[in-house]
């Protein structure tokens, strides 16, 4: 089984400046996901891959052990651009350049460093034993719920709840869940199916059962650096 390790990192952000490689308690944000990359990878077939545009990027990168080849087009690199694109094509580099199919592609989000190896492990294998499955993304248990407290406008200009259901509490309505944005990981099928979208009809999700979210705004940088410096994780990094 050979697996696909993809690291996406554009160098044009422009909600936090650098932030790929701004240094986050005394290491480049992406060496977090970097090394989490290479402790799953340990005693796997595995190709860790790096997908940037930026010169910067790649020799930061190259210095926490991570060198590429691989050269981001640059109508891939705008804001415009979706990952699953991007996606495609550096799996099409990597298997040219080695003659190599891959049986899976993990997709590690540079800025939601909040995950393990053995999360990454554990959805792993919650996909491989489900044979009808394409892919499946991390989640965690969302704050608010579309049944109980979550509202939007109607076609006459009032507010109603977003989805339907008598629930006089939340907690007695359907469990639903945030995109933390951590980890994607896809079965060859999925790219070979040419499928648009990460969110299908055959799509499985992974419960993070730990702190876990991604870099949105500055204060979220400010907010990961404190819980790191602290030590104030309800999980060992």
């Known amino acids: 089984m050979n697996i696909l390790i993809t ?5 044009g952000s422009k909600g936090i400046p650098g932030k790929n490689i701004r240094t986050m308690a005394g290491k480049p944000l992406i060496g977090y996901t970097i090394e989490t990359a290479r402790k799953f990878a340990k005693g796997r077939n595995c190709v860790i891959s790096l997908s940037t545009d930026s010169e910067d990027i790649i020799a930061i990168a190259a ?3 991570l060198p590429t080849s691989y050269r981001r087009p640059s109508e891939l690199a705008t804001d415009a651009a979706g990952k699953l694109p991007v996606l495609y094509d550096v799996l099409a580099y990597e298997e040219q350049t080695r003659q190599l199919e891959f049986d899976y592609i993990i997709d590690l989000d540079v800025t939601a460093p909040f995950r393990t190896d053995g999360d990454i492990k554990q959805a792993f294998d919650l996909l491989d034993a489900n044979q009808e499955a394409l892919n499946l993304f ?6 608010r719920n579309p049944y109980f407290n ?3 406008e109607n076609n006459t200009g009032f507010f ?8 006089l509490t939340r907690q007695s309505a359907p469990k639903v869940y945030d995109l933390n944005a951590s980890f994607y990981i896809y079965k060859k099928k999925f790219f070979k ?4 979208a990460v969110i299908t009809d ?14 949105d705004h500055p204060i979220d ?3 990961m650096e404190y819980l790191l410096i602290n030590k104030k994780l309800d999980f060992l990094l």
């Open 138 to 143: 991390s989640v965690s248990p969302a704050h």
């Open 63 to 65: 210095a926490e052990g």
């Open 7 to 11: 690291i996406c990192a554009r160098g």
């Open 193 to 196: 199916d040419k499928i648009p």
């Open 150 to 152: 979550m509202v939007e």
């Open 202 to 215: 055959k799509s499985l999700v992974y419960v993070v059962p730990h702190m876990c979210f991604d870099l």
């Open 160 to 167: 109603e709840l977003c989805k339907k259901g008598n629930f």
């Open 221 to 223: 940088f400010e907010f």
